[in-house]
T-cell receptor, first 115, second 109 residues
Framework: EPEVTQTPSHQVTQMGQEVILRCVPI?????FYWYRQILGQKVEFLVS????????KSEIFDDQFSVERPDGSNFTLKIRSTKLEDSAMYFC?????????????FGPGTRLLVL | EDKVVQSPLSLVVHEGDTVTLNCSYE??????LLWYKQEKKAPTFLFML????IEKKSGRLSSILDKKELFSILNITATQTGDSAVYLC?????????FGKGTRLHILP
């Protein structure tokens, strides 16, 4: 069964460093998403991406965040200058349809720890 | 502000019991209601509901949506220890999902 995959599974970085989190969405899916979950809190939407551009983003997704689909399979989230409060589990998701009509399938997550 | 509220926040039952998990929502531009199971890491998809009153079933799990009263329930019958997890309710709108805080379910053997 096709799955969303994410790398790395864990990342430890120093405050102020840049990190890139990678995702391979399910191959026939057209809509891609990033969510985060701070320990003990609920899953929060960051950004959605369709047709090579951002379709929606949350207040959390400020100028230090960016997303890219550098080739036909990868979808990346870059955090330019990490802060302590960026420590969280980051989930990538993908769906066939957008606009809330398509089931979003989640990857296993990348646990980011900023020291 | 959009809200998805789940209750109870946690629940402990014995194996074999039946449980009902609740989800109420106030979300503009509602498109769908989803249930996910989260064990150690990623939320895994259970159900997507878009129409009122139509029950969806998968084995011992079932769910129904009431779009007039703005709530959904997830039922699990004959619970097993493997059902222990956090169950997440979420609402699809625009290009995102809004999650509730989840119900942590623990099944005692």
């Amino acid at each position: 069964e096709p799955e969303v995959t994410q790398t790395p599974s864990h990342q430890v970085t120093q405050m102020g460093q840049e990190v890139i989190l990678r995702c391979v969405p399910i191959s026939n899916h057209l809509y891609f998403y990033w969510y985060r979950q701070i320990l003990g809190q609920k899953v929060e939407f960051l950004v959605s991406f369709y047709n090579n551009e951002i379709s929606e983003k949350s207040e959390i997704f400020d100028d230090q965040f960016s997303v890219e689909r550098p080739d036909g399979s990868n979808f990346t989230l870059k955090i330019r200058s990490t802060k302590l409060e960026d420590s969280a589990m980051y989930f990538c998701a993908s769906s066939v349809r957008g606009r809330g009509d398509g089931t979003q399938y989640f990857g296993p997550g990348t646990r980011l720890l900023v020291l | 502000e959009d809200k998805v509220v789940q209750s109870p926040l946690s629940l402990v039952v014995h194996e074999g019991d039946t449980v009902t998990l609740n989800c109420s929502y106030e979300v503009t531009n509602f498109r769908s209601l989803l249930w996910y199971k989260q064990e150690k890491k990623a939320p895994t998809f259970l159900f997507m509901l878009t129409s009122s009153g139509i029950e969806k079933k998968s084995g011992r799990l079932s769910s129904i949506l009431d779009k007039k009263e703005l709530f959904s329930i997830l039922n699990i019958t004959a619970t097993q220890t493997g059902d222990s997890a956090v169950y997440l309710c979420a609402v699809g709108k625009d290009d995102k999902i809004i999650f509730g805080k989840g119900t942590r379910l623990h099944i005692l053997p």
